[in-house]
């Protein structure tokens, strides 16, 4: 098999059935996690091995597996004295919530509890709280999501249950010429169609807002250092707002005539100012129309 080597992070989630655990496992998700949900206990050891192989690419890993399991899931103390045995480092998050909050779900969300087949939910709770309190008490978290909404959720896993407490902003940048049709993805979308248009250029026609020429006729006149200006501030107010709420993926529309000069030219100064020293965002730029042919 040859050398192997340890994911950098190995969280495996459970706790009672409507807690969150779901909504849990995608935060670590969305942080870059591989995440798997429902797995049977036996499986955890064999992920495990998996993921150290040598040229594994999974260096973060989180997992649910919980009563949904079944008969499966009765083994789950036998599975995790198995990775400690075979020193497995892993972390144990356990969600929680009182009885009348997990009721009131369910009544909610119409579903059955996984331990009350004939729809006494009450019992099912009951039952899968004593099935788990060995569990709980191994858990290195417990958190408690009676007076939490999803958002505040997702946070306190990424507070509590995340290395360094926090997570990571994608932001996608897409440059599109409006004659195409607006990117159906995009969270928030400007329009730099009144901006000065290099297509009228016959020197700048041929050439791209990638090109220096063009990007500075875009930015340098006063209509274009004001939209900077008055842009920066705005998202220098949305960025860290977004984040504290939990979201993980923002995709900026930037649009112009066909795609070419001055939406290019917007999406790339957007993405140099927030990956730059000053705020370290994760900027990913597509210019999807600006190899369609100009007219």
Known sequence: MGDIKR???????????GAGKSHAL??????????????????????????????????????????????????????LNELDSKQVPYRLLFLEASDQTLLRRFKETRRP?????????????????????GLKERA??????SN?????????????????????????????????GTPLDADLLFDVRFLPNPN???????????????????????????????????LDYLLPRYLAEGKTNLTIGVGCTGGHHRSVAIAEWLAGRYRSDEFRYNVIVRHRDIDKAAT
């Open 113 to 133: 509890h996984p331990l009350a087949p004939e729809g006494d939910i009450p019992t099912g709770i009951k039952r899968e709280r004593e099935m788990l309190e």
């Open 26 to 79: 995608a935060a670590f998700e969305d942080a870059g996690y591989f995440s798997i949900d429902n797995l049977p206990p036996q499986m955890i050891a064999a992920a495990s091995d998996l993921f150290a192989l040598e040229g594994s690419k999974v260096e973060k890993a989180a997992l649910v597996t919980d009563v949904r399991g079944g008969k499966y899931f009765e083994e789950i103390d036998r599975c």
């Open 200 to 234: 009228y250029e016959p020197k700048l026609k041929p050439l791209t807002g990638l090109d220096r020429m063009v990007s500075n006729y875009v930015l340098e006149t006063s209509d274009g250092a004001e939209f900077r200006e008055k842009v920066g501030d705005l």
């Open 140 to 145: 290195e978290w417990v958190i408690n999501t």
């Open 148 to 180: 939490l909404n999803i958002h505040e959720l997702r946070q306190s896993v990424i507070r509590e249950a995340m290395p360094g407490g926090s997570h990571e902003l994608i932001i996608t940048v897409i440059s599109f010429g409006y004659k195409y």
């Open 7 to 17: 994911p950098i992070e190995f969280t495996i989630i459970s706790g009672m059935s």
